[in-house]
């Protein structure tokens, strides 16, 4: 079946430094991709919406400075957080529509990326 | 303002039981309400996903319910095994392709 896969699973960085993490659709191509943020006990938030080949949407309230999206090819979308402070530790989350995409096509989620800024 | 709201916040059951879970939402226009299981520390999986005119689907031992009428859904497990322990989201998406997402369901069960 469609996968969606994320990396890295865990990461810890120093404040100030940057972190990217990846997005990929391993069977299928996704034009259309999106980023979520989730804190502890609580379901997803919507940060934006990666477009493969244009520029990403973002979320209001989302700093599109600080969380930088690449979408450069049918398969990988990038989420690059940077200058990191503690505020930014949180669960990432990405997911991919399976094609033919429409209202009622399957989403698939990665399985998240716990990032810790100390 | 399209919004998605589940019932229970929490629930604790004892292995074996079985369980519902309520999601109401207000999303207009309706295309579609998904439910998805998401363990502790990794992303949601899907379990069903409903159109307008689907009433009932059902995944192993989970079966979901739709009331477009009334704007309900539910989430019914049987035979809850350890391994349901989870949280449960509820999303619903409009006809514009905009996913809503529940606050979740935390499902813990007990042997």
């Known amino acids: 079946g469609a996968v969606v896969s994320q990396h890295p699973s865990r990461v810890i960085c120093k404040s100030g430094t940057s972190v990217k993490i990846e997005c990929r659709s391993l069977d299928f191509q996704a034009t259309t991709m999106f980023w979520y943020r989730q804190f502890p006990k609580q379901s997803l938030m919507l940060m934006a919406t990666s477009n493969e080949g244009s520029k990403a949407t973002y979320e209001q309230g989302v700093e599109k400075d600080k969380f930088l999206i690449n979408h450069a090819s049918l398969t990988l979308s990038t989420l690059t957080v940077t200058s990191a402070h503690p505020e930014d530790s949180s669960f990432y989350i990405c997911?991919?529509?399976?094609?033919?995409?429409?209202?009622?096509?399957?989403?698939?989620f990665g399985n998240g990326t716990r990032l810790t800024v100390t | 303002k399209n919004q998605v709201e589940q019932s229970p916040q929490s629930l604790i059951i004892l292995e074996g039981k079985n369980c519902t879970l309520q999601c109401n939402y207000t999303v207009s226009p309706f295309s579609n309400l998904r439910w998805y299981k998401q363990d502790t520390g990794r992303g949601p999986v899907s379990l069903t996903i409903m159109t307008f005119s689907e009433n009932t689907k059902s995944n192993g031992r989970y079966t979901a319910t739709l009331d477009a009428d009334t704007k309900q859904s539910s989430l019914h497990i049987t035979a809850s095994q350890l391994s349901d322990s989870a949280s449960y989201i509820c999303?619903?998406?409009?006809?514009?392709?905009?996913?809503?997402f529940g606050g979740g369901t935390r499902l813990m069960v007990k042997p």
């Open positions: 997911s991919a529509r399976e094609p033919p995409v429409s209202m009622g096509s399957p989403l698939h």
């Open positions: 999303v619903v998406g409009n006809a514009g392709n905009m996913l809503t």
